[in-house]
């Protein structure tokens, strides 16, 4: 519950309301970093940590958070304003791994989201044989078996969350494929050349990992895993961005769809505000048993629970 809350997961809200004015370079690292620090968690408990039924229940909302995160990021105007969803629906998928006593695919889900997400927030000079490469590097490693992420959705997940778990893939998928594959900041001319090399050598660092860690180095690497499930939000993932593509009306119904988040947005700014009203009561009721009167109040309330008890 500590790291879903604080990754923006349960319940569902942005960790941050907003964003530094060093958005790119600095932000990114300091976004990255405060997830990491909490995905960390979910990768090191144990292989039977969850017990029971309410982790069902909990999979569920994870499942359903992770769907609506990944629509706003693909339909998100850029990378950079669409950020907290990428981090909101990669921590979900994380979280319902970790749920599933499946430590190894909240790691990879974890890894995924830091390197795809640095190399697609930080790519900003934009060049098509490196849009390609990262392009194709990212679908891979997020979706096939023998990647990044095979070990992702492995685990006992029942039959009904299959549809939620493949569609939450799918619209992350095509999202980290169209933030790619759009217009970047500056095209690689307007790149200083003695920037280039320095440039290029550190935005290849993320999918040289990616294919890495895929095939060496932990117990997750060289794993077939569910390739099914993988594999069908790949394609389906390529046939939803073929469509956005190729037909520009779609940004109609896009804005449509959008508003029915709305409610749930709307829902979530409610339980803000509670959960700020009684933080103030709390802290009024601390006030006063840690003020000049508190043993007072300390006594008066001892005094009336013994008399309640008693009564009993």
């Known amino acids: 519950m500590a790291a879903g809350l604080r990754l923006g997961v349960l319940p569902l809200h942005l960790a941050y309301q907003a964003e530094p004015?060093?958005?790119?370079?600095?932000?990114?690292?300091?976004?990255?970093?405060?997830?990491?620090?909490?995905?960390?968690?979910?990768?090191?408990?144990?292989?039977?940590?969850?017990?029971?039924?309410?982790?069902?229940?909990?999979?569920?909302?994870?499942?359903?958070?992770?769907?609506?995160?990944?629509?706003?990021?693909?339909?998100?105007?850029?990378?950079?304003?669409a950020r907290p969803y990428w981090l909101i629906g990669m921590s979900a998928l994380a979280l319902a791994a970790a749920l599933r006593n499946n430590p190894l695919g909240a790691a990879a889900w974890g890894v995924a989201l830091i390197l795809v997400g640095g190399a697609t927030f930080l790519y900003s000079a934009r060049a098509p044989w490196l849009t390609r490469v990262l392009t194709l590097v990212a679908l891979a490693a997020l979706g096939l078996p023998f990647t990044l992420t095979a070990t992702g959705w492995q685990g006992a997940l029942p039959w009904f969350l299959w549809p939620l778990a493949i569609l939450a893939q799918m619209l992350l998928l095509a999202g980290v494929a169209r933030h790619l594959l759009s217009p970047g900041e500056s095209p690689w001319s307007d790149l200083p050349q003695g920037l280039r090399a320095a440039y290029l050598a550190g935005l290849a660092i993320f999918p040289l990992l990616a294919v890495l860690?895929?095939?060496?180095?932990?117990?997750?690497?060289?794993?077939?895993?569910?390739?099914?499930?993988?594999?069908?939000?790949?394609?389906?993932?390529?046939?939803?961005?073929?469509?956005?593509?190729?037909?520009?009306?779609?940004?109609?119904?896009?804005?449509?769809?959008?508003?029915?988040?709305?409610?749930?947005?709307?829902?979530?700014?409610?339980?803000?505000?509670?959960?700020?009203?009684?933080?103030?009561?709390?802290?009024?009721?601390?006030?006063?048993?840690?003020?000049?009167?508190?043993?007072?109040?300390?006594?008066?309330?001892?005094?009336?629970?013994?008399?309640?008890?008693?009564?009993?």
């Open 213 to 312: 860690i895929g095939l060496w180095g932990w117990a997750g690497a060289l794993q077939l895993g569910v390739w099914g499930a993988g594999l069908m939000a790949l394609v389906s993932s390529l046939a939803l961005l073929g469509f956005f593509r190729r037909f520009s009306e779609f940004s109609l119904p896009v804005t449509r769809l959008s508003g029915l988040t709305h409610g749930q947005e709307t829902l979530m700014a409610g339980l803000g505000s509670l959960y700020r009203t009684l933080r103030a009561v709390t802290e009024f009721i601390s006030g006063l048993l840690e003020g000049d009167g508190g043993l007072l109040w300390t006594l008066f309330l001892l005094v009336l629970f013994i008399l309640i008890f008693q009564g009993r």
């Open 21 to 81: 004015v060093v958005r790119r370079g600095l932000g990114t690292v300091l976004r990255l970093t405060a997830v990491a620090s909490s995905l960390v968690l979910l990768a090191r408990l144990p292989q039977n940590a969850f017990t029971g039924s309410w982790p069902l229940a909990l999979q569920t909302f994870v499942l359903l958070t992770a769907v609506y995160a990944g629509w706003k990021w693909l339909t998100g105007a850029d990378a950079l304003s």
